[in-house]
Each structure stands twice: as structure tokens, then as C-alpha cells.
């Protein structure tokens, strides 16, 4: 073959396989559905691809950010992380550790990853708060919001991935891909913010296993008023994914008021429909 109809060939195969992805990903025919909600969702990364960077990832952070001492809040985040990740029914190697920083937030990554800093542990007061922080991040591991966000960032990155290649050296490339898709910046430690639909539905879905964990899931709203007026009172930069505006405060809030009679349902197994059915003849005979 003439090397000018080579070259045309092989740009050909560079152009058209990556356009094959994107448009795999519009027809969903890598697509699953999301635990709880039943979401749709786009998924064409292997469930052992995503499990294996997240606990790369989450050795490489816990490296850098520095393990807790306080043994009470290692106890704690402990007992309550192992409640919640058995009413997941998820059999990851989940680990729940404490970051020492007085940084307010926590952070979950794929596989079964989670850390809460030790700055949060004041505003959760007590396992009941606590446990609206890690069953919202259990739930992002749950729901697969990383796995997720890297298939949404091949399908974006796809055609840009190929053409780029002769320039870019492709571990390099792939490494930066997973941190953008997990929101990990490349000094680690700064998780970025889920979407707001993400952020919804871990809360959503945190509730849920609260709920069958023995919690009471009303404590969630509860636990976010008070994260609200600390954030309010301390005057922080406001770090990521715990003190984010994705949602708003105020529509987290609501929206964990709203769906609170739902998610008791849910974890009693009571169909959606039937639950929504109670709630408004509950408020007909008000
Ligand atoms: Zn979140």
C-alpha cells in the first residue's frame, strides 16, 4: 500500500474508533442502572479497573495528608463505617480512615475507599451525624459516581485522546484522565465536587442506608444545618465536596427533608409508588 493511503487509513482508525465510543455511549450500550434510584447511567469502565485506581489513589492521599491519632475518632468512624457498609450489601475492601487536619470534609473513592478529616468530626457531634457523612460517601462508592464520571470523561476526552496520542505519553495521559474523573487534583487531597445529580443521589441513597443501618436518617438534614452555619460562621475557603455549592445548602436541605418518608420506605422495601401513595393520603386526611 502507497504510504499517503496508509497514513489516510491509519488517521481513519484513529478518528472513527473513538467516535465508535462516543456514540456507544449515546445508545447506552454500556450503560447500568444506579442501586436505589435505578438511574440510568453510562459505565464502560470494568468495576476491577476503577476498584484498583481508587485504592492507588486513596494510598498515594492517606500518604500525603497524614493519618489521625485520635483513637476515639478512629474507633468511631470505624464502627460506624463498618455499620454502613454492611446495610450496602457491597462486598468492596472498604476502609474508613481519619485524616489529621481540621479541614471539614470526607471523601470516598472507588472500591470502598473512605476518609473523613478530623475537622468534621465536631459538626457531626455525635455516630448519628457521623453517619450522615459516611453513609453519603458509602453511597458514592455504592452508586459508582467515580466509575461514572471516568466513563463520562472518555466519552467527552474520546476524539481528543486519539489524535493526541502521537504527542502525549499515554500512562501520563491516563493518570491525569482518573484524576480528573475522580476530582483528585494532582497535588491530591482536594477532592472536586460531584455534579449536583451525584451529590442528590448520594444523599439520597445515604439516607437509605442510614435507615438500615439503624440510624435515624432525620439526623442528615439536621447534620447539614449545622454544616451550614459553621461554614457560615467560620469564614473558610470553602474546600470541596463537603462544603460545596453542588447543590446549594439550602436545597440539600430541603430536598433531604422532602425525601425523608421515601427513604425510611425504601429501606423497609416498600415499593417507591406505594410509599408516595401513603405520604399523600397521610396528607389528604391532615
Ligand atoms: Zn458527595
Not at 8 to 29: K, Q
Not at 279 to 286: D, I, N, P, W
Request: aromatic fraction near 6%; include cysteine.
Amino acid at each position: 500500500m502507497p504510504t499517503a493511503a496508509k497514513r489516510i487509513l491509519a488517521t481513519s482508525i484513529s478518528i472513527a474508533l473513538p467516535i465508535l465510543v462516543v456514540v456507544a455511549s449515546f445508545v447506552c450500550v454500556s450503560c447500568q442502572n444506579a442501586p436505589v434510584t435505578g438511574r440510568r447511567q453510562l459505565m464502560f469502565v470494568p468495576k476491577s479497573n476503577e476498584t484498583e485506581m481508587g485504592a492507588t489513589t486513596f494510598n498515594q492521599i492517606m500518604k500525603e495528608e497524614g493519618e489521625s491519632t485520635n483513637q476515639h475518632y478512629i474507633d468511631m468512624v470505624n464502627r460506624v463505617g463498618r455499620r454502613i457498609a454492611a446495610a450496602s450489601g457491597e462486598t468492596y475492601d472498604w476502609e474508613f480512615r481519619v485524616i489529621a487536619s481540621d479541614v471539614k470534609n470526607a471523601f470516598a473513592l472507588p472500591g470502598g475507599k473512605v476518609a473523613v478529616y478530623e475537622g468534621i468530626m465536631p459538626i457531626c457531634q455525635d455516630e448519628e451525624g457521623l453517619a450522615t457523612v459516611i453513609s453519603h460517601e458509602v453511597a458514592h462508592v455504592m452508586a459508582r459516581h467515580g466509575g461514572e464520571r471516568l466513563s463520562q470523561q472518555y466519552a467527552v476526552n474520546g476524539i481528543g485522546m486519539a489524535i493526541g496520542k502521537l504527542t502525549q505519553n499515554a500512562q501520563e495521559r491516563d493518570r491525569k484522565l482518573m484524576e480528573q474523573a475522580y476530582g483528585v487534583t494532582s497535588k491530591f487531597g482536594v477532592i472536586l465536587p460531584y455534579s449536583r445529580k451525584h451529590e442528590l443521589e448520594a444523599d439520597y441513597i445515604g439516607m437509605v442506608l442510614m435507615a438500615k443501618a439503624g440510624y435515624d436518617p432525620a439526623a442528615a438534614a439536621d447534620f447539614w444545618e449545622r454544616m451550614t452555619a459553621s461554614a457560615a460562621g467560620g469564614g473558610d475557603a470553602t474546600p470541596p465536596e463537603f462544603l460545596s455549592t453542588h447543590p446549594s445548602d439550602d436545597r440539600r436541605i430541603a430536598e433531604l427533608r422532602r425525601r425523608l418518608p421515601e427513604a425510611i420506605a425504601a429501606a423497609q422495601g416498600v415499593p417507591e409508588g406505594e410509599a408516595v401513595a401513603a405520604k399523600s393520603s397521610e396528607a389528604t386526611a391532615r
